[in-house]
C-alpha cells in the first residue's frame, strides 16, 4: 500500500526555519520523484519543491528559491524540505505527492497521484 505521511509543520515566527519530511512506504523511494506542494487559505495548491530521487536533482519554485533544500534518505526512506527565512506568505497546508507521469513540469498537479495528508504551517508573530 503505496502511503506518503508528512511531519515537521507547526507555528514559527517570520524568519524561522523549519524542516518538513516525507516518510513513503510501500514503494522504493529510488524508484519515484517526489513533489511538495502548498495550498495557501484560499488559494490553489501549488508545487514548492520537488526532486527526481535517483540522482538528487532538485527543483524550486521562485518563492522558495535561495532559502529552501530538498533533500532525501533512501534508507530512512524520507524526503526532506528544510524552509529558512519563513515569511507569513509561507503559511498553508504542505503536502508531498509521489510523480506517477512525466506529461508536465515538475510541478504539475496532474501527473502526481498518490498524497499524504499534510501537514500545517503557520508563519506568526
Known amino acids: 500500500q503505496v502511503q506518503l505521511v508528512e511531519s515537521g509543520g507547526g507555528l514559527v515566527q517570520p524568519g524561522g526555519s523549519l524542516r518538513l519530511s516525507c516518510v513513503v512506504s510501500?514503494?522504493?523511494?529510488?524508484?519515484?520523484?517526489i513533489g511538495w506542494f502548498r495550498q495557501a487559505p484560499g488559494k490553489r495548491r501549488e508545487g514548492v519543491a520537488g526532486i527526481n530521487t535517483s540522482t538528487s536533482t532538485a527543483f524550486y519554485a521562485d518563492s522558495l528559491l535561495g532559502r529552501s533544500l530538498v533533500s532525501r534518505d533512501l534508507d530512512k526512506k524520507t524526503v526532506y524540505l528544510q524552509m529558512d527565512n519563513l515569511n507569513t506568505e509561507d503559511t498553508g497546508i504542505y503536502y508531498c505527492?509521489?510523480?506517477?507521469?512525466?506529461?508536465?513540469?515538475?510541478?504539475?498537479?496532474?501527473?502526481?497521484?498518490?498524497w499524504g495528508q499534510g501537514t500545517q504551517v503557520t508563519v506568526s508573530s
Open positions: 505527492a509521489r510523480r506517477e507521469r512525466w506529461n508536465g513540469a515538475w510541478y504539475d498537479l496532474s501527473d502526481y497521484e498518490y
Open positions: 510501500g514503494f522504493p523511494l529510488k524508484a519515484y520523484a
